[in-house]
């Protein structure tokens, strides 16, 4: 990253991004940013002396310590240490940046992608399992407080303590892990509505290059991909584009002003996205919904800068390569420059073509999702994203499960939002929840109910789409965000030393919590095998006083998933629903092993995912 100096004093805080790059890579032509603590670095003349790599061009910016370098990498080029020679007034810097030379595996290994045919477990590192004591606090950051009895403050969990705990999450059928972003959060703690707050979650960027000490570092993230990838699972990074946090370099000294979006005075977003794409929005609040900040500590990133595009593109890219991720998730993805986002899919789409990258686009309506992603609207801009966090299916799920029944209420919700899947190219390529780490809990928003946290866990593991599940929810961990998001990030119980119960273990759960952990296994396992709940057609029936019934289905396998939202016994007869059910003697419930030839008995409130057979 930096290195050998001679003759120049206050060189030794030079610092290059990319940190290193990678030999034989498409994205050969790489734009170095070199940062020093010197105001007289842009001064300096550089040269680069080694074999297949070229210097092409040198930027200045209006901040002395910075100097732009566009190299070009031969496909010839060999890994090894590159050495930029810097030169001023008879002073010389020499600088080493290393090329290594590329992960084995690409497409098979890493960078596989993420389908509807995984299982996705969401977890925020901080609060999930304790693996290394050692990191929980450091002197020289920002923020020195580690401690549980505060919802508010770090509480010591880290990558190791993931890594632990993947035979846990293998058994009940997850196939891949994304977890709240990794990288460093050197921030002190922000005054929010609750309180004073820590970066526990890890949305306050301060170093891309750098994963945050206190879960492990670098080190301890490519140990986690390895593990995750030795046991046929995957790895999924939390990327933000949209801002970073107010002790990042780039906003406590950027290389330009116009590395960040820039107000009079402070401006927050309007977190309307209807203003990006609707035919009569206004400049002034397209404007406000795309450069207004999200919160005052965390500063507008500027993607229109062509700078800081190329150093957000090279950081993903680098990331896949470094890290071994399969996929991405992009934070408050609807608040960033379109054409950027367009430009980075691209960048890592043609460097990994099996990769994945769903955005999250918390939208009010079906219209609005879709826009975000791949779509069959006629609409001026066209975005390329696979697919997006199904925010207007969730909310369907949650009508479904809370509403009474209704011409547009409760599971009719559901069906309508379904029925707008016209507007996706591919509705099988977005992420479906029940909950995430910025939501009320799944478990209490249906009451604390077993039989609507079964319809629910049903539907997500039934339903087209990639299911994701937030950590916890199998052994119904419950809560509103009341005082705070805090409240519903609380430590999974058993994954830190003190903790009195272990709920990793089937002896330290209650009866009750057992009981939704196996319906959760079952179905998961059986989804694993099903190529008619992975990526089958749907076909669904108009709901009728609360029933409702879809096939997943495909020339192998058909699957007739019932949920009945009433709170009466409701009677199914098959030969009400011959165009899916004709040629078939006979149905099995999945979870109880039960059959049946003609027709099933559903109590209120009750579910039934049955497999026709021959």
Request: aromatic fraction near 12%.
């Amino acid at each position: 990253m930096l290195l050998l100096v001679s003759g120049f004093a206050n060189a030794q805080d030079v610092s290059i991004y990319p940190s290193h790059w990678f030999a034989d890579m498409q994205y050969n032509n790489v734009q170095l940013i070199l940062k020093s603590n010197d105001t007289s670095f842009w001064r300096y003349r550089f040269a680069i002396t080694y074999p297949g790599v070229q210097k092409q061009r040198s930027h200045r910016f209006s901040n002395g310590k910075y100097v732009g370098l566009d190299i070009a990498i031969a496909k010839n080029a060999k890994p090894g240490d590159v050495k930029i020679i810097g030169a001023y007034k008879g002073k010389t810097i020499q600088l080493i940046w290393k090329l290594k030379p590329r992960r084995a595996g690409r497409s098979t290994i890493f960078a596989q992608g993420v389908t509807s045919k995984d299982f996705i477990y969401l977890i925020m590192p901080d609060r999930f399992s304790n693996g290394d004591i050692s990191n929980d606090q450091f002197n020289n950051l920002h923020d020195v407080s580690s401690n549980r009895n505060d919802v508010l403050l770090r509480h010591g969990g880290d990558l190791k303590g993931v890594q632990n705990h993947l035979s846990y999450l293998k058994d009940f059928g997850v196939s891949a892990v994304w977890m709240t972003p990794v990288i460093e959060n050197n921030m002190p703690l922000n005054k929010e509505a609750a309180g004073m707050m820590s970066g526990y979650h890890g949305y306050w960027f301060t170093d891309h290059y750098k994963v945050d000490a206190r879960l492990g570092g670098n080190k301890a993230y490519q140990e986690l991909s390895d593990s995750l990838h030795a046991n046929g699972m995957k790895l999924i990074q939390d990327a933000v584009y949209n801002h970073i946090g107010s002790h990042h370099w780039i906003a406590q000294e950027p290389p330009s002003p116009n590395w960040v979006n820039q107000w009079k005075t402070y401006t927050g977003s309007n977190h309307r996205d209807e203003a990006i794409f609707g035919p009569y929005s206004s400049v002034k609040d397209k404007k406000q919904m795309l450069d207004g900040w999200f919160v005052p500590h965390l500063p507008d990133v500027n993607q229109r800068n062509p700078f800081v595009a190329n150093y957000l593109i090279q950081h993903a890219i680098w990331s896949t390569e470094e890290f071994g991720v399969d996929g991405w998730r992009v934070d408050t993805y609807k608040y960033c420059d379109e054409a950027f986002l367009n430009k980075i899919n691209d960048a890592l789409l043609k460097e990994y073509p099996k990769l994945t990258i769903f955005g999250e686009a918390w939208t009010n309506t079906v219209a609005g999702s879709a826009y975000f992603t791949r779509n069959n609207m006629n609409v001026p801009f066209k975005h390329n994203a696979e697919g997006v966090t199904d925010f207007p299916l969730n909310t369907a799920i949650m009508a479904t499960l809370n509403q009474p029944f209704g011409w547009t209420e409760g599971v009719n919700k559901l069906y309508m939002t379904l029925a707008q899947d016209i507007l996706y190219q591919q509705p099988l390529n977005n992420c479906i929840f029940l909950d995430n780490h910025d939501m009320d809990r799944f478990y209490s928003v249906v009451g604390e109910n077993m039989n609507k946290f079964k319809q629910g866990i049903a539907m997500l593991l039934t339903l087209r789409g990639i299911p994701q599940l937030y950590y916890g929810t199998e052994i119904l961990m419950k809560n509103f965000k009341n005082p705070s998001d805090a409240m519903v990030r609380l430590d999974y119980p058993g994954g830190f030393e003190a903790d009195k119960v272990n709920k990793f273990e089937r002896g330290g759960r209650t009866t009750e919590e057992q009981e939704a952990f196996d319906y959760v296994r079952t179905l998961a396992l059986f989804r694993k095998k099903s190529s008619a709940l992975t990526t089958g057609k749907t076909m669904q029936f108009l709901p009728t006083d609360g029933l409702y019934i879809y096939f997943r289905y495909d020339s192998k396998q058909t699957m007739m998933c019932i949920i009945n939202t009433s709170d009466a016994v409701k009677q199914v007869s098959f030969s009400d629903y011959t165009e899916r059910t004709k040629g078939f003697s006979k149905a099995v419930d999945i979870v109880s092993g039960k059959q049946y030839a003609e027709k099933v008995e559903l109590p209120a409130r009750g579910t039934m995912i049955l497999e026709l057979m021959k």
